[in-house]
């Protein structure tokens, strides 16, 4: 059976879980090869075996941490020599598409980023992606080289299918691109304790109508007592009251959790664009007219201030 | 000796028109209004700010695109670049990401740069990944997604903010740099800015003036194949209910009987 290579996203060693997703997905189109990169690469080896990876190819060298995307693009196209998978396939984090697209062009091979599907065809991997703010859902393949796919989270169950794993050491030599763009510090972000936006199964957002950084602790006490990440729309975020990070939307993040609630949220097609993908979605807003209320499957026109410290009261007496 | 900024601008559909697919399942340009990608107006902003703080600079907008494409470019100019330059042929129509970056890179050379800038994606295709893309053709140093950026004595540094760390990156010029909506309101086009961009020159540059073969590019030359393109069923209409007070209840419950809760 062809192999796939799979590049992992891991923190540390720890793997983070759009990786797994992904070996779920490799394993419609081949045997899954994970390439693990940078400190604690070995580390990742147990997660990745339960979850499918027949090999494990790691590599850690300080230009994986001391310079940007470049190093990893290098390792990863050793693993590609080494392996001549039937595709490649990355999570469609930041980094992870820089490293893809420059992949792709060195190998002479099309790519595809944002894949919300993935399985196998005729003449390839076929991936189904959504496009112009996911209003068209869009089947896709590369026609020419190694696909090399990248494929957002939440696109899989992850599911427990324990292989091989063994871990083999990958040999790679820098090219002279590697050591380019220095990466002078780096600062950790801080934890909130809750769940990584875009991989969270839900997600509760506040808007304008939240009026204001300190009024956003309703919006937390929700999404605390649904074990839930916190977004924000474009408005807040361009008031200062929620931090860019969480901002979800065109410019922001694409989100496609189980349950998305929408407090406060007019609905401007930007933020449909990152969360149109949502199963289901709820609202609560004062305007009865918002264009939100034409994509939910519940929604409350209210006070959020009345409707949502109900909810969470309500949710924490029912979790009792 | 002068700064060369080039800043890559695209022209995209209006994200608030009705954005559809043609026959030949590229994007639809006859039905909706274009522009300049909001996304691209703050790289041009930098590009204008690192200009201003530089002796001696000039700042070049490229786009790749239809004739209605030189809109985008007269936008940018209008802000205040200095000069445009417009890839136009109608063998580029249908181009994938791979080949664009090919006709920009090309592009980039032919007008000569030390800086090259654009926004973090397009706002159509938002695939985010054209400035790596140019930074590999162009054997340049990427420094790409920047909420802050500065260049100074040939040096280029900047602030990514990632999703598990933010980075303070540095590199050598030439550079090609991406620029995120963190990294400074864009300014709007004065009438003088309007009326200036008129007069300013707009270069035009075909394939051949590049020295690319019509079947790199184009539909044929992609390296990808959109096989269909449906329409998003639209959603069943969903129960809306006006808070009387119980609201938050009302939805507890729908939440519990989802299995939410």
Same mark, same amino acid.
């Given at each position: 059976m062809a192999e796939v290579l799979v590049y992992v996203d891991h923190v540390d060693g720890a793997v983070r879980k759009p990786t797994l997703e992904l070996l779920t997905l490799a394993r419609r189109i081949g045997e899954p090869v994970a390439v693990a990169l940078g400190?604690?690469?070995?580390?990742t080896a147990a997660a990745l075996a339960e979850h499918g990876a027949v090999r494990v190819l790691t590599a850690d060298a300080p230009e994986f941490a001391d310079y940007l995307v470049v190093p990893k693009v290098d390792a990863l196209q050793a693993a590609y020599d080494a392996v001549s998978p039937a595709a490649v396939l990355l999570p469609s984090s930041a980094e992870a598409k820089e490293i893809a697209a420059r992949l792709a062009v060195r190998i002479g091979s099309g790519i595809i980023t944002d894949a919300v599907d993935l399985e196998a065809g005729d003449q390839g991997p076929v991936a189904t992606q959504s496009a112009f703010a996911a209003s068209f859902t869009t089947k896709s393949r590369v026609s020419k080289g190694v696909p090399v796919i990248t494929v957002k989270p939440n696109s899989a169950a992850v599911e427990a299918a324990p292989a091989a794993g063994a871990v083999e050491a990958l040999t790679v030599s820098f090219s002279e691109?590697?050591?380019?763009?220095?990466?002078?510090s780096r600062t950790p972000r801080e934890s909130?304790?809750?769940?990584e936006l875009t991989e969270a199964a839900i997600v509760v957002s506040g808007g304008r109508?939240?009026?204001?950084?300190?009024?956003f602790a309703v919006i937390e006490a929700l999404a605390d007592s649904l074990g839930a990440a916190v977004g924000a729309s474009r408005a807040a975020v361009d008031a200062g009251w929620?931090?860019?990070?969480?901002q979800v939307g065109q410019t922001g993040k694409s989100v496609s959790p189980q349950l998305y609630i929408a407090s406060g949220?007019?609905?401007?097609i930007q933020h449909r664009a990152g969360m149109?993908?949502?199963?289901t979605i709820v609202a609560v807003n004062k305007?009865?007219?918002?264009?939100i209320f034409d994509l939910v499957d519940y929604g409350v026109v209210g006070d959020l201030f009345d409707v949502v410290p109900q909810l969470t009261e309500e949710i924490n007496t029912r979790k009792g | 000796m002068s700064l060369r900024i080039v800043v890559c601008v695209k022209y995209v559909p209006d994200a608030t028109g009705d954005r559809h697919f043609a026959d030949d399942l590229t994007?639809?340009?006859?039905?909706v209004d274009g522009l300049l990608s909001e996304l691209d107006e703050y790289a041009v902003e930098q590009a204008l700010q690192i200009a201003d703080a530089a002796d001696d600079a000039e700042v070049t907008v490229l786009t790749v695109g239809p004739e209605d494409a030189k809109d985008a470019l007269r936008k940018a100019l209008s802000m205040g670049a200095d000069r445009a330059v417009h890839v136009e042929?109608?063998?580029?129509?249908?181009?994938?990401v791979i080949g664009t970056s090919l006709v920009l890179a090309k592009a980039v050379e032919e007008t000569g740069y030390d800086l090259v800038i654009s926004g =973090?994606?397009?706002?159509?295709?938002? =695939?985010?990944?054209v400035p790596a893309l140019l930074a590999e053709r162009l054997g340049v140093p990427q420094v790409t997604l920047l909420s802050q950026v500065s260049v100074e004595g040939g040096v280029v540094r900047g602030r990514r903010d990632g999703d598990s760390a933010s980075e303070e990156l540095e590199a050598s010029l030439p550079a090609v740099v991406s620029v995120t909506d963190q990294s400074g309101e864009a300014r709007y086009p004065s009438f003088k800015g309007i009326m200036a961009a008129k007069k300013k020159p707009v270069k035009s540059l075909d394939l051949d003036d590049l020295g690319?073969?019509?079947?790199?590019?184009?539909l044929a030359g992609s390296w990808t194949a959109v096989d269909s393109a449906a329409e998003r069923p639209a959603r069943t209409a969903g129960t809306i209910v006006k808070d009387e007070g119980e609201g938050g209840k009302q939805l507890a419950g729908f939440l519990a009987g989802q299995k939410f809760i």
């Amino acid at each position: 059976m062809a192999e796939v290579l799979v590049y992992v996203d891991h923190v540390d060693g720890a793997v983070r879980k759009p990786t797994l997703e992904l070996l779920t997905l490799a394993r419609r189109i081949g045997e899954p090869v994970a390439v693990a990169l940078g400190n604690g690469a070995a580390d990742t080896a147990a997660a990745l075996a339960e979850h499918g990876a027949v090999r494990v190819l790691t590599a850690d060298a300080p230009e994986f941490a001391d310079y940007l995307v470049v190093p990893k693009v290098d390792a990863l196209q050793a693993a590609y020599d080494a392996v001549s998978p039937a595709a490649v396939l990355l999570p469609s984090s930041a980094e992870a598409k820089e490293i893809a697209a420059r992949l792709a062009v060195r190998i002479g091979s099309g790519i595809i980023t944002d894949a919300v599907d993935l399985e196998a065809g005729d003449q390839g991997p076929v991936a189904t992606q959504s496009a112009f703010a996911a209003s068209f859902t869009t089947k896709s393949r590369v026609s020419k080289g190694v696909p090399v796919i990248t494929v957002k989270p939440n696109s899989a169950a992850v599911e427990a299918a324990p292989a091989a794993g063994a871990v083999e050491a990958l040999t790679v030599s820098f090219s002279e691109q590697a050591t380019g763009t220095k990466v002078l510090s780096r600062t950790p972000r801080e934890s909130t304790g809750r769940p990584e936006l875009t991989e969270a199964a839900i997600v509760v957002s506040g808007g304008r109508g939240v009026n204001g950084a300190e009024n956003f602790a309703v919006i937390e006490a929700l999404a605390d007592s649904l074990g839930a990440a916190v977004g924000a729309s474009r408005a807040a975020v361009d008031a200062g009251w929620y931090p860019h990070t969480n901002q979800v939307g065109q410019t922001g993040k694409s989100v496609s959790p189980q349950l998305y609630i929408a407090s406060g949220i007019s609905g401007a097609i930007q933020h449909r664009a990152g969360m149109q993908t949502s199963k289901t979605i709820v609202a609560v807003n004062k305007d009865s007219e918002a264009p939100i209320f034409d994509l939910v499957d519940y929604g409350v026109v209210g006070d959020l201030f009345d409707v949502v410290p109900q909810l969470t009261e309500e949710i924490n007496t029912r979790k009792g | 000796m002068s700064l060369r900024i080039v800043v890559c601008v695209k022209y995209v559909p209006d994200a608030t028109g009705d954005r559809h697919f043609a026959d030949d399942l590229t994007l639809d340009r006859e039905d909706v209004d274009g522009l300049l990608s909001e996304l691209d107006e703050y790289a041009v902003e930098q590009a204008l700010q690192i200009a201003d703080a530089a002796d001696d600079a000039e700042v070049t907008v490229l786009t790749v695109g239809p004739e209605d494409a030189k809109d985008a470019l007269r936008k940018a100019l209008s802000m205040g670049a200095d000069r445009a330059v417009h890839v136009e042929d109608d063998d580029l129509h249908g181009s994938d990401v791979i080949g664009t970056s090919l006709v920009l890179a090309k592009a980039v050379e032919e007008t000569g740069y030390d800086l090259v800038i654009s926004g =973090m994606a397009s706002t159509d295709g938002t =695939m985010g990944v054209v400035p790596a893309l140019l930074a590999e053709r162009l054997g340049v140093p990427q420094v790409t997604l920047l909420s802050q950026v500065s260049v100074e004595g040939g040096v280029v540094r900047g602030r990514r903010d990632g999703d598990s760390a933010s980075e303070e990156l540095e590199a050598s010029l030439p550079a090609v740099v991406s620029v995120t909506d963190q990294s400074g309101e864009a300014r709007y086009p004065s009438f003088k800015g309007i009326m200036a961009a008129k007069k300013k020159p707009v270069k035009s540059l075909d394939l051949d003036d590049l020295g690319i073969d019509a079947d790199e590019v184009g539909l044929a030359g992609s390296w990808t194949a959109v096989d269909s393109a449906a329409e998003r069923p639209a959603r069943t209409a969903g129960t809306i209910v006006k808070d009387e007070g119980e609201g938050g209840k009302q939805l507890a419950g729908f939440l519990a009987g989802q299995k939410f809760i």
